[in-house]
């Protein structure tokens, strides 16, 4: 699926991530990320450091505030836990992303009945290593193409995503970033669709 916004745009950097891998890669301002659901019904945990203060990460929790919203909508800002401007969302071809839950995580799958499971914190962390990013220091993750009801008395329900193959979300860098996105594992209820499969991530400038 092409757009529009990356006519005569070169990709320089470009990873297609496995479930239960993860890729972290570095991001000027002004350069363009896109992230791929490569088949559908997949899910891809992102987290942005910024690029010169690992302190200064990307926040689910302040970027809810700054939009009012609980969904992300193109046109709005991904803004960091100092509430300052780190990505647009510029394109999306989905409409329908998660800023709630968790990444999953070791523990996660014990209480699921299924340790040593992959997960996406371990691999986000595995990813960061060469960035000094500890796994203690893996924020809540945007959990793009996750598809999250929240029923009337606030209860959280999973639902199977409605991407399909090629569906993607383009991201505008407003500040040099290290980002980081993994493809999630689960396929023990409907996050991935009970079936995992790849993301694609490219970079362009």
């Not at 996660?108 to 290593?129: M, Q, S």
Request: net charge neutral; charged share 20%.
């Amino acid at each position: 699926m092409a757009s529009e916004l990356l006519a005569g745009r070169m990709a320089i950097k470009a990873r297609q991530i496995r479930p239960g891998q993860a890729h972290a890669v570095e991001i000027g301002a002004g350069q363009l990320v896109q992230i791929t659901d490569a088949r559908g019904k997949q899910v891809a945990d992102f987290v942005a450091f910024a690029g010169a203060d690992r302190a200064t990460y990307v926040s689910t929790a302040a970027t809810r505030s700054a939009n009012g919203n609980l969904m992300l909508q193109t046109g709005m800002t991904l803004v960091s836990n100092r509430r300052t401007p780190m990505f647009e969302l510029i394109e999306d071809t989905v409409g329908r992303h998660d800023m709630l839950f968790a990444a999953c995580d070791p523990q996660r799958y014990e209480e699921l009945g299924a340790p040593g499971h992959a997960n996406c914190r371990t691999a986000l962390a595995d990813a960061l290593k060469p960035f000094a990013v500890s796994y203690e220091r893996i924020p809540d993750p945007i959990n793009w193409f996750m598809n999250v009801a929240v029923r009337q008395r606030g209860e959280l329900e999973i639902r199977e995503p409605i991407s399909m193959g090629n569906d993607y979300v383009l991201l505008r860098a407003l500040a040099d970033a290290v980002v980081a996105v993994s493809a999630c594992p689960q396929d023990l209820n409907p996050t991935n669709g009970g079936e995992p499969s790849d993301i694609l991530v490219r970079v362009y400038r």
